[in-house]
């Protein structure tokens, strides 16, 4: 703006005011001052726009993943479901198989009772004709056919979807368990420790083939054990479970029960055997093949915790006519004065029973951590210790497995894990069957009746190869 406007500007506004105290009456003015034109760069000195937090970078590649963790929850809530409805399943199954064996019963009568009518002899009965007889008789015999078929063709599906059923079970655990792997770590850098691999719910062998699933899925008799007095053997001591154990025999200390039994000593009790250089007390099956078996291990109430410390497993507690573990030690003593095989006997909750033997068993001194040596299988409760040979034994206050974690925690028990485990038998002993925990820490042999299925039985029997 020049010089000459600025002085026409101060004499007008000089104007204004003397109008203004004159009492003049106000105005108002505008003025048009020319366009100014910038150079240079304009600044502006506001507050700056927020920069978005680091944290929010990937939120939402967590919600997407917090989403799908979601889903996969509602497929395991799906899959304890179906878990529990295993045992219905199998109900139903022995109850066609029994309905079948009753409609075979009952056409095997009518054929019988229809060849007695048509043999020799038989004359017509009164007021009816022989024809008339046998075309009745033949009827019958087509409708018991008839029911014999249908009663099969249901028993077919049930057994097709039971398979169906066990594979949805262990497609599940699988996937359950590579969710868990890549769920994120906790924070403060910590690194997160991953839960143990889970073994299959359902025995492998009872999912692969058909003639297999119908040899496992053949019904036993209910037996009344919870009502009867006990039975004497290695599954269950003839003692009831409370009372102190006493000596079957006063003379002793022996070797081991093989030469107890050498001696002539064929009743089944309790014996005291000179394990090193102490004298303990151990259960002698004298009468079950042959005789001369020392019970290093037996669960059958849930009486005796084994979620338990490693002197403890070391020197062994309970009872030898109850649940009790024989000890780490005094097994050493006995394996290593010689070449020992070892017997395992299961039994579920609806009594069927299976065994493991292997022609050779023994552990090292506890400087190895009493590492577990294994033979040959045989028996047809499926191979699931071989996977734990040659590991050291594991409790939770003596961590020695092959996983990043602790085993023994997660299966709550002491046992030659490895990563974790296929058997499991110093674990919790749940009643009934199937459990519910957040890890697989029943007493279970995989290759008998799943991970996910706590046996009602088990015992542990050692005995000299030669005796």
């Known amino acids: 703006m020049s010089a000459p406007q600025l002085r026409t500007l101060q004499l007008l506004l000089l104007l204004g005011a003397t109008w203004a105290r004159a009492g003049a009456p106000r105005c108002t003015y505008t003025f048009v001052l020319p366009q100014q034109k910038f150079t240079g760069a304009v600044c502006w000195s506001g507050p700056s726009a927020a920069r978005p937090a680091a944290e929010a970078v990937n939120a939402s590649e967590v919600a997407a993943l917090r989403m799908r963790v979601g889903r996969h929850e509602e497929l395991l809530r799906e899959l304890q479901r179906l878990a529990a409805a295993d045992g219905a399943v199998a109900g139903e199954v022995r109850a066609l198989r029994k309905e079948s064996r009753g409609l075979s019963a009952r056409l095997g009568q009518l054929r019988a009772q229809l060849q007695h009518e048509a043999g020799p002899g038989a004359g017509p009965g009164p007021g009816a004709e022989p024809a008339a007889l046998l075309a009745l008789l033949g009827e019958r015999v087509l409708n018991v056919s008839a029911e014999a078929q249908r009663a099969a063709a249901r028993f077919h599906q049930l057994d097709v979807k039971f398979r169906e059923l066990a594979q949805l079970v262990t497609q599940q655990s699988g996937l359950i368990a590579r969710l868990e792997r890549l769920c994120p770590g906790g924070t403060g850098g910590q690194q997160q420790v991953l839960p143990p691999p889970l073994v299959p719910v359902v025995p492998v062998s009872l999912v692969g083939g058909i003639n297999d699933t119908s040899r496992r899925l053949d019904p036993a008799p209910e037996p009344l054990r919870d009502q009867t007095p006990r039975q004497q053997g290695p599954l269950a001591s003839p003692v009831p479970a409370g009372h102190p154990a006493v000596p079957t025999k006063p003379t002793g200390p022996w070797q081991d029960c093989a030469e107890a039994h050498r001696s002539g000593h064929r009743q089944s009790g309790v014996y005291e055997l000179r394990l090193g250089r102490h004298v303990g007390s151990a259960w002698c099956e004298q009468q079950l093949e042959g005789g001369g078996w020392t019970v290093i291990q037996r669960r059958q109430d849930g009486s005796v915790n084994f979620f338990t410390t490693w002197q403890h497993y070391k020197v062994g507690f309970g009872q030898p006519d109850g649940e009790y573990w024989l000890g780490l030690e005094p097994v050493h003593q006995l394996t290593s004065r010689g070449d020992h095989e070892l017997l395992v006997l299961l039994e579920d909750w609806g009594g069927r029973s299976a065994r493991a ?55 709550r028990g002491g046992w030659w894990y490895h990563a974790c485990a296929h058997s499991n038998l110093n674990g919790v002993w749940h009643r009934g069957g199937h459990y519910r925990s957040r890890y697989q820490d029943g007493v279970y042999w995989a290759e008998f009746r799943g991970g996910a299925y706590s046996l009602k039985k088990a015992a542990m029997l050692i005995r000299p190869l030669r005796l």
């Open 357 to 411: 033997h292997y022609d050779g068993f023994s552990l090292e001194p506890e400087s190895d951590h009493y590492r577990l040596r294994l033979g040959q299988y045989h028996g047809d409760a499926g191979d699931s210790l071989s996977w734990h040979n040659d590991k050291p034994f594991s409790t939770v206050d003596r961590d020695r497995d092959s996983y990043s974690g602790n085993c023994a925690l997660y299966q």
